[in-house]
Each structure stands twice: as C-alpha cells, then as structure tokens.
C-alpha cells in the first residue's frame, strides 16, 4: 500500500466494519461511530505500513476499496507503543467503560499465541459494493501464498461468525471462544501452512 492509499482504505474499510461487531462494542453509538472507526483503520494501516504488511485491494478502475492489514512472523504488531492510538480512540469514545474494555482487550490478547512465530492477519475488508468479486481473495493469499513457501503459520480473530466459514475455506480452524464482557463473543482462528 502506498501513502496515498491511505485514506481511500480507511474509508473503505469503515464502511465495511460499520455493523462488525467487535466495532459495535468499541464504539457504540451509531452516530459517532464512522468518525471514530475512521480514525482507528487509520491508526491500523499506519501501524501495519509501519511495523507490518498493508495490502490494498484494487478494483479494475484501479480505485482502491479494501485493505489487508498482516503483522509478520517476528514482529509484534502492536507491541508496548503499538496500540496506543488505538486505546486513545477506544477510550475517548467509551470514558465510562474503561475496565471493561481494558478487560476485553487482555482478554483478546492472552489468546494471541506467542510461543510459534505467525503471520497475523489483524484486519481484511473489501466494500460492501466490491464483496464477492475476489478482491478479499487476491489480498489474502499475498501473505497466505509467502506463508506456504516459508511454511509459516497464519492467526486471525473474528467477532464475526459470519466470516468463520470464509476464513475456514482458506486453511483456517476456530481455536476457541471468548465472550467479551457486555461483547461479542470472538474466536480465534489458527492456519497451519500448506
């Protein structure tokens, strides 16, 4: 992805998180959150041009409408200093959760795996309007592909059940379950390399 991606990326990929539901529980409020979820897919693809992999989905106008946002095997993509844009609009939006939130989101970290190097795919999303056109496809086997030939493992998060079967068809197996508090429940998902 090139810096002048940036902005046509987030703004595709707020509209496709729009009603995601770990979205929804960070940022609840219907009015506010396409600002804030604006802000936040900023903050990702910074942090994945930065420390990772951001991959912009092209369509054949060569417009860009979605984004895959991959952490590499020996980065941490959030690290100490990673997450703290993301925490700033978390909690500028929700000053009454904090607890919760925080709680929420160790939660979602102690299941990340440490202790095997893997590629992490934080986000993917393609327009409502581009969905079932391959573009999410040609995004995700950029680094499924690099994966295979190094024989690296894949991990994911989903809060959305309706994308487990998607992400089941590329290699990817459920781990487990976490319930958020007052959230969604969130699955991690793991992908052994090919």
């Known amino acids: 992805m090139r810096h002048g991606d ?11 998180f729009h009603d995601d539901p770990l979205m929804q529980w960070f940022f609840p409020d219907d009015a506010t959150r396409p600002i804030l979820l604006n802000a936040y897919m900023r903050a990702s693809i910074a942090l994945s041009m930065q420390r990772g992999h951001a991959f912009a989905a092209l369509d054949p106008e060569r417009r ?17 200093e990673g997450f703290r844009t993301h925490w700033m609009v978390i909690l500028g939006a929700n000053p009454h959760r904090t607890d919760e939130l925080r709680d929420g989101i160790a939660m979602l970290g102690a ?6 190097g893997h590629f ?13 056109t391959g573009l999410g496809s040609k995004v995700m086997n950029r680094v499924l592909d690099t994966a295979d030939a190094e024989q690296v493992p894949c991990y994911l998060e989903s809060s959305n059940i309706r994308n487990v079967s998607l992400y089941e068809r ?19 998902m793991w992908r052994d390399p090919k």
């Open 6 to 16: 940036v902005r046509d990326a987030s703004v595709a990929l707020t509209a496709t």
């Open 64 to 80: 860009v409408v979605g984004a895959a946002l991959w952490g590499p095997p020996d980065i941490d993509l959030f690290g100490p």
């Open 111 to 116: 299941a990340h795996p440490v202790d095997v």
């Open 120 to 132: 992490y795919l934080n986000i993917i999303g393609i327009e409502p309007s581009c969905r079932g």
């Open 170 to 188: 590329y290699g990817f197996e459920v781990t487990s379950e976490i319930e958020l508090p007052n959230g969604p429940v969130f699955r991690p």
